[in-house]
């Protein structure tokens, strides 16, 4: 007797900030601890939404965002956390909007990290630019929104060695050139954002595009052909590429194009 259609599981809401810097103009990446969902993908920092995340505690460590609902408020705090788990980085700023320093070394207590440092998260620094859902048919899948902002002056970018076991700034242009000539951790999802990107060659130019820019949401679907399988997604996503064909690939997450990690 044939099973019966699977459940469809439940995407989990995630985020991930494209981090840009000029001079050259170049993006912050990290590579995954091989034990990590995306076993060593060259990814942008993020992760799925804690409950944490939506605390209402966060109401006094915030700034801005005011037209956001709690939803959007923790997809942005999720945002901000998970970049500074993974390459401590802090994104938060004081009344007059500096970029305050983190006076703590300590990165498994980000709200205690926020109050210490004397600033709030600007919601508003977090420009959307991108939004994926892992394929329907994904065992593990992931509703990620992709932002974008400004490194601040002044902070080394260091990995967690938990997370992320590797972290380097490079140009868009650089890492699509390392995926054109075959880097296979360069994930779907992350080569698009990149070549969107790349279209940017400054951080004001970056932004204002991102800020003039519908996202749109890209639900991938997944394809099986003779030697392989084929990521789908639609011309109207605006990346100027459709297809992602994988040789002999099993449906896994990488194959499928899942674009974020918890």
């Given amino acids: 007797m044939a099973d019966g259609p699977r459940d469809i599981a439940i995407a989990r809401p995630a985020a991930t900030i494209l981090l840009v810097r000029d001079a050259p103009f ?13 076993s060593s993908a060259l990814v942008f920092p993020g992760g799925t939404v804690d ?23 923790a997809l942005r705090i999720a945002a ?19 970029p305050v320093p983190c006076v703590s070394t300590a990165r498994d207590d980000f709200r205690a990290v926020v109050a210490e440092s004397g600033g709030t998260l600007w919601l508003d620094d977090l420009v959307k630019f991108g939004h994926w859902i892992t394929p329907v048919n994904g065992l593990k ?3 990620t929104h992709f932002f974008l902002a400004a490194a601040p002056d002044g902070q080394e970018a260091k990995c967690d060695g938990g997370e992320a ?3 380097e700034w490079a140009s868009p242009d650089a890492i699509l050139a390392r995926a054109s000539a075959g880097e296979r951790s360069i994930l779907f999802p992350t080569r698009m954002n990149l070549r969107r990107l790349a279209e940017s060659d400054t951080v004001d130019a970056a932004l204002a595009a991102a800020r003039a820019r ?3 949401t890209v639900l991938p679907r997944v394809e099986r052909r003779e030697g392989g ?24 997450g990488h194959a499928a194009g899942q674009p974020a990690g918890d």
């Fill in 26 to 38: 170049e993006v912050l990446m990290v590579r995954r601890h091989p034990e990590q969902t995306f």
């Fill in 51 to 73: 409950e944490s995340d939506r605390a209402d505690d966060w109401l006094d460590l915030v700034t801005g965002g005011e037209a956001l609902d709690s939803g959007e408020r």
């Fill in 80 to 98: 901000f956390r998970e970049t500074f788990e993974e390459t401590a980085i802090l994104l938060a700023r004081d009344a007059d909007g500096r």
């Fill in 141 to 143: 899948r992931f509703d």
């Fill in 165 to 167: 076991v590797a972290l």
């Fill in 214 to 216: 519908s996202v749109f």
């Fill in 229 to 252: 399988m084929a990521v789908l997604i639609p011309h109207e996503a605006g990346y100027g590429e459709t297809e992602n064909f994988h040789p002999r690939a099993e449906m896994t």
